[in-house]
């Protein structure tokens, strides 16, 4: 499932392009049958598997896949292309041996399948623009850092939420 935003005003061409490298992007996780989202800025996606961010990024039409994710070692690539084909062997290894960043989320404690997703106003009328947290099944927000996410908790007086 793809779940991006833009971050910066793209020309009709360019935002086409990136739409048609992250549809491939997604296809190829797809051919390798895992369940993954992708996430974040459309130009710079990042790809969520269970609770990790994979140290992985792409550049152009190619997926890179590094050792580490923070600023990681390449250690393999493909080229997205219409027809996909890749040697499956390099990225599960890949996926056995490369140190992917922890993610979180927060999670409603009596209704545990409930996720923070995002954030609403009271009143767009409101000068101050009062916030308030939106929960659902689906397309959590995902922190990079606990620490944050301790953060939005505290900001949101949220202690019927854990996180996880």
């Known amino acids: 499932m793809e779940r991006t935003t833009m971050k910066r005003k793209l020309s009709k061409e360019l935002r086409e392009t990136i739409q048609k490298r992250n549809y491939r992007l997604q296809k190829f996780w797809e051919i390798l049958g895992l369940d ?10 990042a790809v969520i598997k269970g609770d990790h961010c994979l140290a992985c990024y792409v550049h152009n039409f190619f997926l890179i896949f590094t050792d580490h994710y923070d600023k990681g070692v390449e ?19 890949w996926l056995r041996t490369a140190t992917h960043r922890r993610i979180f989320r927060i999670k409603m404690k009596q209704s545990p399948e409930l996720f923070l997703v995002g954030y609403n106003f009271r009143s767009k009328a409101n000068e101050e623009h009062e916030k308030y947290p939106v929960y659902g099944k689906h397309g959590a927000k995902v922190y990079f850092t606990e620490e944050y996410a301790k953060e939005i908790i505290s900001h949101y007086d949220l202690n019927y939420c854990e996180i996880v």
């Open 36 to 45: 993954v989202e992708i996430i974040g800025d459309m130009e710079t996606p």
């Open 75 to 93: 250690v393999y690539r493909i080229k997205l292309q219409n027809i996909q084909e890749f040697d499956v062997e390099p990225v599960l290894n």
